[in-house]
């Protein structure tokens, strides 16, 4: 498994009491939340929103999974990384990792595809040069 250093985008996230469900435990559901956080964090680092406002072009999230490696719990202090694994004509596959700071490993590894979308046309679109090229750089 790869270390958090490989992701070029991370986010601290601490969990909270509401996180936990009745086993006491942070809820399956939680961790694709922990997810969405740090795309938004690297779509954030793309520059995407502008493009949506000026273009109607941005991403859209196709499809998701968790690989779910250890159970986490309230306190704990959690490192949450996005990276991009490999790049399309219209899409990308993003991977996510969640350090766990209280186990000292990480709790679980996902992934999500992303789409480029026109959202005034309701229409799949090629990916944007713009940020293709964010993404290189960014990875590089």
Known sequence: MVGMDAFPVTIEIPTRWGDLDA??????TVFFVYFESARIAYF??????DLVESTGKGPILAET???FRRPLKYPD???VGAR???VGEDRFTMEY??????????AAKGTGL?????YRAEARCPLPDVIR????????
């Open 114 to 118: 992303i789409v480029s979308y026109d």
């Open 65 to 67: 999974s968790c690989r």
């Open 97 to 106: 990792r969640i350090w766990s700071a209280e186990l000292q490993t990480a």
């Open 77 to 79: 202090q959690l490192t």
């Open 44 to 49: 954030d680092k793309l520059g995407y929103r």
């Open 23 to 28: 086993f006491q435990h942070v809820n399956n």
């Open 133 to 140: 090229e964010r993404i290189a750089a960014l990875e590089t």
């Open 84 to 86: 991009v694994t490999d």
